[in-house]
């Protein structure tokens, strides 16, 4: 006889695979699409959908291209690979600082990796357009991928009333190689663009003038990027919203800056193009996996908690500094529904370090600091409990925090403004909260559950987390930022026993630190 243990298995196995059937066939320009629907979701879920040509041969570093024509009807049934994965810096020091980089081991992943994944309500393509969120991964612009986001939860939040889009986009030296070399015979900030959704997403049900991007961190960092591309002035406009969750803003250099050239540089030496005289074109020739080797060696040596592949200063699709540009209100979007963790510096400082200066971690974090910043710096994070903890501050406001609040100024009377506060409220736990079945939310509570993941799904639907898809939800007015620096707490007791969710006014010493990151972006890099 079998054991339950291997009986559970075959079984949940048996449930699956009965729980799919064949889905719609959709058109696109280039391919037709067969989903799968799951009756278990009442999703019909099309994976692995190419949004551009691969990124490969003479296209590596180049602007993505419209995916090749394929004749027959493709099944959109098997998840797609995942891109070249790389993580953050490791090292105790800034190493352009010292200018040093070590070589370290590497993952293996794959470059052919542009593709996405769209779910629908139901077994058939809407015949009213339904409005439509784009999930853009997190993990600094390294790593992640788009098939660990079930969509159909989205939708299940949204009460069927939307269609979620879950997109790759390349990561690490793949998408955010920068340098003059770059400049001249390829594409800066190759992991940012993307039209595919708003040209073909109609295909699918989905009304392309009711696109909301949305993304975590490095996903809420492409989001801002998008916000401010082309100086706002993006057309057509590909969204008529925005949604971040821990806006990420690492230092975004000019693409010929000190930093931005020395990695490249040091691209260039471990894949033993030194000597070549098209230094881009042998980049462009050299095996994926050597590449990804220096991809991830890089990467593991930046400043512990940073990140040295992000967007850059290109002059044309980023025009300017995120700052400058937020500064001015040159923004793509008509409304935006941010939120923050408490701590979001929390995973991003070494916790080992408890001798750290907040002064000296500044200069450390932000190498074009002098000592005039480093007073300040001093000045305003005095007194924010122990040297760790003014660390932990300086991380989460200057990369995470405070950049959110730039966001809502950019966007006057036309943001809301949200905190994650459940005890220890770091950086990415509300994730699970979006996606409950991709990993569990450690708070149970169905009042904060349908509250919390709620909000986003009205604002997609209405641009307004005031006009609620499910009554029942427990949110209570929320005015905009603008109203008194109006924000909205996510927490609950201390018990653990019920959903404390209530308005509040953001800290004004808070807000003169962001007057403070706001003013330096020149040094920051923001």
């Given at each position: 006889?079998?054991?339950?243990?291997?009986?559970?298995?075959?079984?949940?196995?048996?449930i699956s695979a009965?729980?799919?059937?064949?889905?719609?066939?959709?058109?696109?320009?280039?391919?037709?699409?067969?989903g799968?629907?799951?009756?278990?979701?009442?999703?019909?879920?099309?994976?692995g959908?190419?949004y551009?040509?691969?990124?490969i041969?003479?296209?590596?570093?180049?602007a993505p291209?419209?995916?090749p024509?394929?004749s027959?009807?493709?099944?959109?049934?098997?998840?797609?690979?995942?891109?070249?994965?790389?993580?953050?810096?490791?090292?105790?020091?800034?190493?352009f600082v010292?200018?040093?980089v070590?070589?370290?081991q590497?993952?293996?992943q794959?470059?052919?990796?542009?593709?996405?994944?769209?779910?629908?309500?139901?077994?058939?393509?809407?015949?009213?357009?339904?409005?439509?969120?784009?999930?853009?991964?997190?993990?600094?612009?390294v790593?992640?991928?788009?098939?660990?986001?079930?969509?159909?939860?989205?939708?299940?939040?949204?009460?069927s009333g939307?269609?979620?889009?879950?997109?790759q986009?390349r990561l690490?030296?793949?998408?955010?190689?920068?340098?003059?070399k770059?400049k001249d015979?390829?594409?800066?900030?190759?992991?940012?663009?993307f039209?595919?959704?708003h040209?073909?997403?109609?295909s699918?049900?989905?009304?392309?003038?009711?696109i909301?991007?949305w993304?975590?961190s490095?996903?809420a960092?492409?989001?801002?990027?998008?916000?401010?591309?082309?100086?706002?002035?993006t057309?057509p406009?590909?969204?008529?919203?925005?949604?971040?969750?821990?806006?990420f803003?690492p230092?975004q250099?000019?693409?010929?800056?000190?930093?931005p050239?020395?990695v490249f540089?040091?691209?260039?030496?471990?894949?033993?193009?030194?000597?070549?005289?098209?230094?881009?074109?042998?980049?462009?020739?050299?095996d994926?996996?050597?590449?990804?080797?220096?991809?991830?060696?890089i990467?593991?040596n930046?400043?512990?908690?940073?990140?040295?592949?992000?967007?850059?200063?290109?002059?044309?699709?980023?025009?300017?500094?995120?700052?400058?540009?937020?500064?001015?209100?040159?923004?793509?979007?008509?409304?935006?529904?941010?939120?923050t963790?408490?701590n979001?510096?929390?995973?991003?400082?070494?916790?080992?370090?408890?001798?750290?200066?907040?002064?000296?971690?500044?200069?450390?974090?932000?190498p074009?600091?002098g000592?005039?910043?480093?007073?300040?710096?001093?000045?305003?994070?005095?007194?924010?409990?122990?040297?760790?903890n003014q660390a932990?501050?300086?991380?989460?406001e200057?990369?995470?925090?405070?950049?959110?609040?730039?966001?809502?100024?950019?966007?006057?009377?036309?943001?809301?403004?949200?905190?994650?506060?459940?005890p220890?409220?770091?950086?990415?736990?509300d994730v699970?909260?979006?996606?409950?079945?991709?990993?569990?939310?450690?708070?149970?509570?169905?009042?904060?559950?349908?509250?919390?993941?709620?909000v986003?799904?009205?604002?997609?639907?209405?641009?307004?987390?005031?006009v609620?898809?499910d009554?029942?939800?427990?949110t209570?007015r929320?005015?905009k930022?603008?109203?008194?620096?109006?924000?909205?707490?996510?927490?609950?007791?201390?018990?653990?026993t019920?959903?404390?969710?209530?308005?509040?006014t953001?800290?004004p010493?808070l807000?003169?630190?962001?007057?403070?990151?706001?003013?330096?972006?020149?040094?920051?890099?923001?």
């Amino acid at each position: 006889m079998m054991k339950t243990t291997v009986i559970l298995p075959i079984l949940a196995s048996l449930i699956s695979a009965n729980a799919q059937s064949s889905g719609p066939i959709v058109n696109t320009s280039s391919a037709s699409f067969q989903g799968t629907f799951d009756t278990t979701t009442n999703v019909t879920n099309f994976f692995g959908i190419r949004y551009a040509s691969p990124p490969i041969g003479d296209l590596r570093f180049r602007a993505p291209q419209p995916p090749p024509a394929i004749s027959g009807v493709q099944q959109a049934d098997t998840r797609p690979p995942e891109c070249f994965q790389a993580s953050r810096g490791l090292n105790p020091v800034n190493p352009f600082v010292n200018g040093t980089v070590e070589k370290r081991q590497t993952v293996q992943q794959t470059e052919d990796c542009l593709f996405l994944n769209v779910h629908i309500p139901g077994s058939s393509v809407s015949k009213q357009p339904l409005p439509v969120v784009v999930w853009i991964h997190g993990g600094g612009y390294v790593g992640g991928s788009a098939s660990v986001f079930p969509g159909s939860d989205l939708i299940h939040e949204a009460d069927s009333g939307v269609i979620a889009v879950t997109i790759q986009y390349r990561l690490g030296v793949f998408g955010f190689l920068s340098g003059q070399k770059v400049k001249d015979d390829g594409a800066l900030n190759a992991g940012l663009p993307f039209r595919w959704v708003h040209e073909h997403i109609s295909s699918f049900g989905g009304d392309n003038e009711k696109i909301t991007i949305w993304g975590e961190s490095a996903g809420a960092g492409s989001v801002l990027q998008h916000v401010i591309a082309q100086n706002g002035q993006t057309r057509p406009q590909l969204f008529r919203a925005a949604m971040t969750s821990s806006t990420f803003l690492p230092s975004q250099y000019n693409f010929n800056d000190r930093i931005p050239e020395a990695v490249f540089g040091e691209v260039v030496a471990m894949t033993n193009c030194s000597s070549a005289q098209d230094t881009l074109s042998c980049l462009r020739a050299v095996d994926a996996n050597t590449l990804e080797a220096a991809n991830t060696n890089i990467s593991m040596n930046g400043f512990f908690g940073t990140f040295l592949f992000v967007p850059v200063v290109d002059g044309s699709f980023i025009t300017q500094r995120a700052t400058e540009a937020l500064r001015q209100r040159k923004v793509n979007g008509q409304a935006l529904l941010s939120v923050t963790n408490t701590n979001e510096g929390v995973s991003f400082v070494n916790q080992t370090n408890l001798g750290v200066e907040a002064a000296t971690y500044a200069v450390t974090l932000f190498p074009n600091f002098g000592a005039v910043q480093e007073q300040e710096v001093a000045r305003i994070y005095a007194g924010l409990g122990s040297p760790l903890n003014q660390a932990n501050r300086i991380m989460g406001e200057s990369i995470f925090i405070c950049p959110t609040y730039f966001l809502l100024n950019a966007f006057a009377g036309n943001g809301f403004k949200g905190e994650f506060a459940l005890p220890p409220a770091t950086h990415g736990m509300d994730v699970a909260y979006y996606f409950p079945n991709n990993a569990r939310p450690s708070f149970q509570n169905p009042d904060f559950l349908k509250a919390f993941s709620g909000v986003f799904m009205d604002f997609v639907i209405s641009l307004d987390p005031n006009v609620k898809v499910d009554p029942t939800n427990i949110t209570p007015r929320w005015s905009k930022f603008n109203v008194g620096n109006t924000e909205m707490v996510f927490n609950r007791t201390e018990d653990s026993t019920a959903a404390v969710i209530h308005t509040t006014t953001t800290d004004p010493k808070l807000l003169e630190r962001c007057n403070f990151w706001d003013s330096v972006g020149a040094l920051t890099g923001q």
